[in-house]
């Protein structure tokens, strides 16, 4: 058997042009207030191409038609060239205005020492991910069974079903199941991601394919870069908040041992956060739409994405409807209540076809996610040392223990928090229920998956102690 012939070109364009649309409709959001730069219009960009090539290639399937590379291929070319053709056509008054560049000779020096180390990091990394020594166990039980499978099915989207349908089934219809049994809950975006680069190469089978891996963390770290120098923070500070991220070890394993949907969650998840929060700060209603789009992203990637997903599009419609600090407060207050009740009494509601949602002291249920007992389980240690000895984390959480109580008894925190605080506060209160109160304990007793469940709150916390160190410490402006 002949090995099938690579097409580089192929692979080139099926980055390259997503990238651009993206990239493109990125432009063309933000540029009628012109507040945005290069580093914010790159990340998002990816993000944004990422999304629309998966929603083109969804598209293609629900139409009953295979995914065709290249007809979808020109259809994004063809999207590129129209929203930059409409953003050079939009009249805009507004001037860009670039913050002061000039640095003292240390700074430089500095700047260009972390450029390098990251420089090096990642050549190093994107090496590993080349040489593939090891095939991440978890991402060939979740994630790459179904793009293979299409591959070799001419890009027709054959169903994976759960286990008891395709024993139940018998052989009668065309459907497969996954070795893990609820993979097949999972939203097919990031297969569909491998898809695309196999279907631009020509193969299911080489470390190329993985490539989009490298480019996702690289498009997180131009975001958080831009977003930081957006708010302020001179190039060195934006530049060692950058470095902190793209260094820490678990984000760079992910990248190696590329084929998890984790480190795509915590893009999408920070991607959204920080363009809610520049929408917050800069009044663009461009950073709104970006923030939402990525909110939805975040929803297409995995179950966790769901909820975390759900998150910013609730706190996005609260914002948007400028509700006062008052009617904040009560509705904090009702939910309150709510929680009150359906620990002590219990609510159960059928939603016929679609399942039914009860919240007791009990047990947990809700369409689609199952049903999860509650019970509290003491994992106080082995959070500790996920924490604060094992290093996949550096001294991350150590800041975040010691600078937050800081800044709060310098009272640079408002009374009210900010978009990303309030998603932050909110994404780890979902995972505290998640891993104290459901069967997941035993998944932080063998370290086997919170770290990976932390990672989708590591970029918001490091942009938002950026923000808030910069300007507790350093600027003295209120945050």
């Known amino acids: 058997m002949t090995a099938p012939e690579l097409s580089f070109p192929g692979l080139v364009v099926a980055h390259l042009i997503p990238w651009l649309m993206g990239g493109a409709l990125a432009y063309a959001l933000l540029k009628p207030r ?13 993000l944004l191409g990422v999304l629309i090539t998966t929603v083109l290639m969804k598209a293609s399937g629900l139409l009953g038609f295979a995914v065709q590379f290249w007809p979808l291929l020109a259809l994004q070319l063809l999207l590129a060239m129209a929203i930059m053709a409409w953003s050079i056509m939009r009249q805009t008054e507004s001037q860009i205005v670039r913050a002061p560049t000039v640095m003292a000779a ?11 180390l990251i420089a090096a990091r990642y050549y190093l990394i994107a090496n590993e991910l080349l040489l593939r020594p090891l095939f991440p166990w978890d991402a060939w039980m979740n994630w790459a069974p179904e793009p293979v499978t299409w ?12 286990p008891k349908e395709w ?11 996954h070795g893990a049994g609820l993979a097949w809950k999972n939203p097919d975006t ?5 898809l695309w680069a ?14 989009s891996w490298l480019f996702v963390v690289i498009a997180l770290g131009s975001a958080l870069y831009g977003h930081l120098r957006l708010s302020g923070l001179g190039i060195p500070s934006a530049m060692l908040a950058s470095y902190a991220l793209l260094s820490l070890p678990l984000v760079n394993v992910h990248v190696a041992l590329a084929g998890y949907a984790d480190i795509w969650v915590a ?25 939402l789009l990525l909110a939805v992203l975040c929803t297409l990637l ?73 019970a509290y389980h003491s994992i106080h240690r082995e959070m500790a040392l996920t924490l604060f000895t094992m290093w996949n984390w550096n001294l991350l959480w150590y800041v975040f223990f010691t600078a937050g109580p800081l800044l709060l008894c310098l009272r640079r925190t408002g009374l009210i928090p900010s978009l990303d605080l309030m998603a932050l506060y909110l994404a780890l209160l979902f995972m505290f229920v998640t891993y104290f109160f459901t069967y997941r304990y035993q998944f932080v007793q063998d370290f086997t998956q919170i770290n990976r469940a932390l990672m989708y709150t590591v970029p918001v916390i490091v942009f938002s102690l950026a923000i808030r160190i910069y300007r507790g410490f350093f600027a003295r402006e209120p945050v």
């Open 167 to 177: 024993l139940e089934a018998g052989g009668k219809s065309l459907m497969y199941t």
């Open 267 to 291: 893009a999408a998840f920070g991607g959204a956060v920080m363009a809610l929060y520049a929408w917050q700060e800069q009044g663009e209603p461009g950073y709104a739409i970006i923030g």
């Open 151 to 162: 591959f070799f099915h001419g890009g027709e989207p054959v169903p994976f079903v759960s």
């Open 106 to 116: 240390w700074q430089v020096g500095v700047v260009v020492c972390l450029l390098l």
């Open 302 to 374: 995995k179950v966790p994405g769901l909820v975390l997903g759900g998150i910013l599009l609730v706190l996005l419609g609260i914002y948007a409807l400028r509700l006062g600090r008052t009617p904040i407060m009560w509705t904090l207050g009702l939910t309150g209540l709510v929680v009150i009740y359906a620990l002590l009494v219990g609510i159960d509601i059928p939603l016929g076809n679609l399942g039914r949602i009860t919240l007791s002291n009990r047990e947990i249920v809700l369409p689609y996610l199952g049903r999860s007992e509650l």
């Open 190 to 194: 990031v297969p569909l991601i491998q």
């Open 34 to 46: 012109g507040k945005w730069n290069g580093f914010i219009i790159a990340g998002h960009g990816y």
């Open 198 to 211: 196999m279907m631009g190469l020509g193969t299911s089978d080489h470390p190329l394919i993985y490539l």
